[in-house]
């Protein structure tokens, strides 16, 4: 069979290990537990920079030495404040719906930012306006999520502030108080990990919409549409949920067990890559042990148990705990609510995707894969009134 004299080619159910482009931003080695944002270990990154020297990195393709920080670090913090176009509706998407629903209000508001800002098609700009286009969405979404938050509340929504980073500035537009630095390295800990992840399913929808010469917003939008579902963005929240239904050390066990049998999904374990531990989990696990506390005990019991118990229902599985367990517990001792924790992960993925963004619209090809038709075998006559 073919398309247009094309022949049609089978690949696994989701692309698995398809390669459908080449990419110099980063990769994932699952058989070996490793990744890495361009040539430098994500989680060596994690360790010692900042998120605003990995977001340099992404977008110039090298670490920044101390005068390229400076001049990023001032060329970033007037776009965090947000338009009085994009202001004014905040509270009633906000207000919007029974339940809070950020990520959604996060679409909503950014493209009213694109129609304010007349943001211009990838196909129509050149790499300086698609550049400062992406640099204007990655300062201002965490700016939108925190007053979105704040709203909700009834609280009064903050303004950015130019002595604080990144990392910072999102902890203390959320909680309206001076982070400390501990906290303050512990969230940038978590950002830096989750900046980028190879082609995952936000990243592809991604660079699916750039290749068709959109603005960088639609391709955002769009990536953030794929990130609310809970096998993907959606789960720090609920593998926390978990550690409150399973309550006291002496359940776990049945717990685990209980899930298995009934088909569920253990929140926070598995992963789709890695046939090893996940890295960022590594991490973010020695992060909470830094922060300390009864939950993190609770926590790095719950993970060897479930780990345990999971290798001896599903032998050869290799099933560990993923970024999501120990994220929530890392965003809960830094006093972030568990509304946000999807959306503070969209806070550092949004760099990695506007970076996959302009490394796409640079490949004036679009990206148009086939499907095979499996329905009632056409032409069938149209059934006369």
């Not at 030495?65 to 998407?93: C, G, H, T």
């Not at 980028?196 to 939008?221: C, E, K, L, P």
């Not at 099933?319 to 006093?335: D, P, Q």
């Amino acid at each position: 069979m073919s398309i247009n004299g094309d022949h049609l080619v089978d690949v696994p159910a989701g692309l698995r290990n398809v390669v459908v482009t080449e990419t110099e931003l980063g990769d994932v080695r699952g058989d070996e537990g490793f990744y890495h944002y361009r040539q430098y270990s994500a989680i060596e990154l994690a360790m010692s920079k900042t998120l605003e020297d990995v977001w340099f990195l992404m977008i110039e393709g090298r670490l920044p030495d101390a005068d390229d920080r400076e001049r990023f670090v001032a060329e970033v913090a007037p776009l965090r404040v947000l338009p009085d176009e994009v202001r004014e509706i905040l509270p009633a998407v906000a207000a919007a719906g029974p339940v809070a629903n950020p990520l959604a209000g996060l679409r909503t508001a950014l493209s009213v930012l694109a129609a304010a800002r007349q943001l211009p098609p990838l196909w129509d700009a050149d790499r300086a306006r698609r550049k400062a286009d992406a640099m204007l969405v990655c300062a201002v979404t965490p700016t939108i999520l925190a007053e979105l938050h704040r709203l909700r509340q009834g609280e009064q929504p903050l303004e950015p502030r130019d002595d604080l980073g990144a990392a910072a500035n999102w902890l203390y537009l959320v909680s309206g108080r001076e982070p400390t630095a501990g906290h303050v390295r512990a969230i940038e800990h978590y950002l830096i990990s989750t900046v980028d992840h190879g082609f995952n399913a936000s990243t592809f929808t991604a660079r699916v919409i750039a290749s068709t010469g959109a603005d960088v917003v639609s391709a955002v939008a769009g990536a953030l549409g794929a990130f609310s579902g809970p096998l993907h963005g959606g789960a720090p929240d609920r593998a926390l949920a978990s550690l409150d239904e399973i309550g006291t050390p002496d359940r776990i066990d049945a717990w685990v067990r209980q899930k298995v049998a009934s088909g569920d999904r253990i929140m926070g374990f598995g992963h789709a890559v890695y046939r090893t531990a996940d890295p960022r989990s590594e991490m973010l696990r020695g992060v909470a042990v830094g922060l300390g506390g009864d939950l993190v005990e609770f926590a790095t019991t719950v993970e060897r148990r479930v780990v345990e118990v999971l290798a001896e229902v599903k032998p050869g599985r290799n099933l560990y705990a993923n970024v999501e367990f120990y994220a929530g517990v890392v965003m809960e001792l830094c006093g972030l609510p568990r509304s946000l924790f999807t959306p503070t992960f969209a806070v550092s993925r949004v760099i990695g995707w506007t970076a996959n963004i302009l490394e796409q619209a640079a490949d004036a090809k679009i990206i148009r894969p086939a499907a095979r038709y499996v329905g009632p075998p056409p032409p069938v006559a149209v059934p006369v009134a």
